[in-house]
């Protein structure tokens, strides 16, 4: 498992005598502070991958992250400083061991206090990972036993949450959990000594005339994730099964109008086209001439006696009516030899097709325009990693509060 530290040191009382030295927060020699840190991470995600396995109501967990701070504390006081001959010796509430050296006199006192910080996105947990038992066992530190009851802590915790009827169909309401976690890591003599994590309080007596009080403690806070705020909303539009397929089938008929449209207007800007429709323009001037004095004329090609006038029309009026049917008769006869027909017919088409996308265009806007088709989005903006989660940092600042005030109470 992989996971990121923030590593501080900050030294309370260097040297509060001359003979004081600083107490080991772990034996590098002996317990590894890297194997200390490991084996508490490695119970952590045993814990939460035990509750992703357990079913679907736990699934919830896969969002979250988590953040755990580890403060490992040694205060030492005596009548035995330290010289170059130091040796570990296995003490009681303290870490692994205490350096000591014999024949010294000097009364000191010296504390070191370190503060390490973890996180991890839950997502990343191999659920096939081996328990850490399993793990210890194969070489990561056969010494070091024991645990602090994650597990335990988080199966209760969830639990007790999701009880209420109400959180365990909206596990999304249920933000954050966390505890506080004191413990001391005891150690066994011999050649190869054991280490135990165990929870605190443990009482041994000591040996010698040194105490070494461990304040030990883990915060351990999970918590869904937060996002950076912001985010973006988009409006669109939705439309029924229905909806869909009429406006399709509008649209289908739009791109074959507009094919038509390109075909008439191909023709048109030909100069067979632009001849044809001179002689439109010139067949539909004499018809209107004609019109002019009460005369019709009969559809088609015919002769002279399709020309209908009024008895009573003037005989200058005739006359010229009867020459401009015969220019009519002679027009249209060179406009049926043209094409006249097929051109008439493309023309005809195009006006149509135009008034088909145009009564298409407003089906296709009511559509749209459907109250009941509108639905609104709303994309989540940027999920911050567990160090900026502001559920995380929240719950971690309630849980030292709550130390502080109880330290108070207690005198500390």
């Avoid at 005598?17 to 002996?30: A, N, W």
């Avoid at 979250?64 to 006081?77: P, V």
């Avoid at 002679?330 to 493309?346: C, T």
Wanted: overall charge neutral.
């Amino acid at each position: 498992m992989n996971y990121k530290a923030i590593l501080s040191l900050p030294i309370l009382l260097l040297f509060a005598g001359c003979g004081t030295h600083l107490p080991e927060l772990t034996s590098p020699q002996v317990l590894p502070r890297d194997r200390l840190i490991a084996a508490i991470h490695c119970e952590l995600a045993d814990a939460i991958r035990e509750q992703l396995l357990e079913g679907p109501a736990r699934h919830f967990l896969i969002d979250w992250q988590a953040a755990y701070t580890i403060t490992l504390k040694g205060n030492e006081t005596g009548t035995l400083a330290a010289d170059a001959n130091k040796f570990p010796v296995p003490f009681d509430r303290a870490a692994s061991s205490v350096l000591i050296s014999a024949g010294a006199d000097v009364k000191g006192t010296a504390n070191r206090t370190a503060v390490l910080k973890f996180s991890l996105n839950v997502v990343d947990i191999d659920l096939r990972a081996a328990p850490c038992a399993e793990a210890q066992a194969t070489g990561t530190h056969p010494f070091l036993r024991g645990n602090l009851g994650f597990g335990q802590w988080l199966n209760e915790a969830l639990d007790t949450s999701l009880s209420d009827g109400f959180i365990a169909k909206h596990p999304d309401r249920l933000t954050s959990i966390g505890h506080t976690f004191q413990f001391v890591v005891l150690a066994t003599a011999g050649i190869n000594p054991t280490f135990t994590i165990a929870p605190r309080p443990v009482t041994i007596n000591p040996s010698v005339g040194v105490s070494r009080e461990e304040d030990n403690s883990v915060d351990v806070v999970l918590a869904k994730r937060s996002s950076g705020g912001g985010g973006s909303t988009t409006v669109s539009k939705v439309k029924t099964p229905e909806q869909t397929t009429k406006v399709d089938g509008y649209r289908r008929e739009n791109e074959q109008a507009r094919q038509r449209i390109a075909e008439a207007d191909a023709l048109l800007g030909s100069p067979e086209g632009q001849r044809l429709a001179q002689l439109q323009t010139q067949i539909r001037g004499r018809e209107a001439a004609i019109s002019g004095v009460g005369g019709s004329v009969r559809p088609g090609l015919a002769g002279p006696n399709s020309l209908d006038l009024p008895n009573d029309l003037a005989t200058p009026l005739q006359e010229k009516a009867r020459r401009d049917f015969s220019e009519l008769q002679g027009l249209k006869e060179e406009f049926a030899i043209s094409g006249g027909a097929n051109f008439e017919q493309q023309q005809k088409d195009r006006n149509e097709a135009e008034r088909r996308i145009s009564e298409n265009q407003s089906k296709i806007q009511a559509i749209e325009a459907d109250p009941k088709g509108v639905r609104v989005t709303r994309a989540p903006a940027a999920q911050l990693p567990p160090s900026e989660n502001s559920n995380i940092a929240a719950t971690q600042l309630q849980l030292t509060l709550e130390r502080v005030i109880g330290n108070k109470l207690n005198g500390f």
